[in-house]
């Protein structure tokens, strides 16, 4: 959980740098995941970066994006997604990070989410060449999935409404869950690193100023 206080302190020094109108928390949080994620996968070169560019993916959902509008009723999420490459050190600096984000959730506004779904187009190319979504030997590739803002623990199955929510570990790589902390505004954020990175993850003084 990234607690609120400290995380809010935090968020007005990065919009400050970013020149990033409020940014969300999603895009705070992500991007400095995404941060210690690459440092940790490069701290056995003598630089960041050195080997190959990292590629950072966040899924979408553009249900709010659709020119015909679904109604609130309507079940289930219409996924696209979008990415931005970090090929230097100062790609992954938050500031940078954080603009980048905002910048594609801006252009992803402007798509048009039926001929024009990346996450879609990604998936039928990759079973065009026989291979897994994002799965690219050129690129170290990371993933997000935010469900900040869901009502989760506001669903009630009819014996009352949950005491904590979760999300499963799974046969995943380089993949991070975000979703809200049930007190308060922070965001719990559920970590998938392949297990030699995930030690120097954890050591990052920088993500650990932030975490309780």
């Known amino acids: 959980m990234f607690p609120l206080f400290q995380f809010i302190r935090h968020n007005l020094k990065v ?3 970013s020149g990033v109108e409020n940014p969300t928390r999603a895009e705070v949080v992500s991007a400095l995941l995404f941060k210690c994620a690459v440092k940790a996968a490069s701290s ?3 630089s960041m970066l050195t080997r190959r560019p990292s590629k950072f993916v966040h899924l979408l959902n553009v249900r709010s994006m659709m020119k015909s509008r679904l109604p609130q009723s309507a ?3 219409l996924l696209s997604s979008f990415s931005t490459t970090a090929t230097n050190e100062q790609d992954i600096e938050l500031p940078t990070l954080v603009r980048n984000l905002r910048k594609g959730v801006e252009v992803a506004y402007t798509k048009d989410h039926v001929e024009q779904n990346e996450l879609i187009l990604e998936v039928v190319e990759s079973m065009r060449k026989g291979k897994k979504p994002f799965d690219d030997e050129y ?3 990371y993933s997000c999935s ?3 803002r869901f009502p989760l623990y506001k669903v009630d199955f009819g014996w009352g409404k949950p005491e904590r929510v979760s999300l499963p570990n799974g046969p995943f790589k380089n993949l991070f869950f975000l979703k809200d902390y049930k007190i308060g505004g922070g965001v719990d ?3 998938m690193l392949q297990k030699q990175h995930m030690s120097e993850f954890e050591r990052d003084e ?3 100023e ?3």
Do not use: D, M
Request: with cysteine; proline share 0%.
């Open 15 to 17: 919009a400050e740098e």
């Open 206 to 208: 920088e993500l650990l």
């Open 139 to 141: 690129e170290n590739v």
């Open 210 to 212: 932030l975490i309780s």
């Open 189 to 191: 954020a559920r970590v």
């Open 146 to 148: 935010n469900l900040c």
């Open 75 to 77: 079940i289930g999420n």
């Open 44 to 46: 056995t070169t003598t």
